[in-house]
Structure formats: structure tokens, C-alpha cells
Nanobody, 127 residues
């Protein structure tokens, strides 16, 4: 069973930075596309970043492009989300997940995800 443990959230002022981490267990990590989702208050969970497992490609949503960067450490089974120039609209709970199809190259934004989620990590951007 896949387990996802997110950490690194907190309260930050606009313009600030945070680095989120997600430790993954229960699957051969390096073979899977890893993703970050965000759920803002009152809104649906949205995909904001993805990184390939068998290819090096990364993709980010337009709302965070140029400010957020996704990376991974396959030796540590960990995926990261570096967030810079944070805005109040970035406030929400951040979750990691994976596309459950192994050995798929990251080619397009339409991705699948596991049905289970971790506890998420809260990010609040406020002065």
C-alpha cells in the first residue's frame, strides 16, 4: 500500500519561500511520475506540479509557473516542492501523489493518481 507523508508547510509572509517534502513508501519510487496537488479553502484539489520518473521532465500549473519547482531524490524516496514568491492565493493544503502507472514518461498534464492521500501539509500565506 502506498504511503505518502508530507511536511514543510507553515505560515509565511507574501513574497516568502517554503520547501515542502513528501516521503513515499510502498512502491518502486523511481519508476513513477510524482505530483503535488493543492486544495485551497472552498475549492477542489488541483494538480500544480509533476515530475517524471523514467524521464527528467517537470511540469507546473500556470498559476505557479516560474515560482514553484518540483524535484525528487530517488535514493531517499522523496519528492520536493520549492515555493518562492508566495502569494496569499497559494494558501491551502498541499498533498503529494503519484500517477499509478509505472514506467510512464511524463508527456502531458492529464495524469492519474492513487485514490489514497496523505495528511497533507498546510501552507498559509499572510501578512
Amino acid at each position: 500500500q502506498v504511503q505518502l507523508v508530507e511536511s514543510g508547510g507553515g505560515l509565511v509572509q507574501p513574497g516568502g519561500s517554503l520547501r515542502l517534502s513528501c516521503v513515499v513508501s510502498g512502491l518502486p519510487f523511481s519508476r513513477y511520475i510524482m505530483t503535488w496537488y493543492r486544495q485551497a479553502p472552498g475549492l477542489e484539489r488541483e494538480l500544480i506540479a509533476a515530475i517524471g520518473g523514467v524521464n527528467d521532465r517537470t511540469m507546473t500549473a500556470d498559476s505557479v509557473k516560474g515560482r514553484f519547482a518540483i524535484s525528487r531524490d530517488n535514493d531517499e524516496n522523496t519528492v520536493y516542492l520549492e515555493m518562492n514568491n508566495l502569494k496569499p492565493e497559494d494558501t491551502g493544503v498541499y498533498y503529494c501523489n503519484a500517477d499509478p502507472r509505472p514506467s510512464q514518461p511524463l508527456l502531458k498534464w492529464e495524469l492519474m493518481r492513487f485514490g489514497s492521500w496523505g495528511q497533507g501539509t498546510q501552507v498559509t500565506v499572510s501578512s
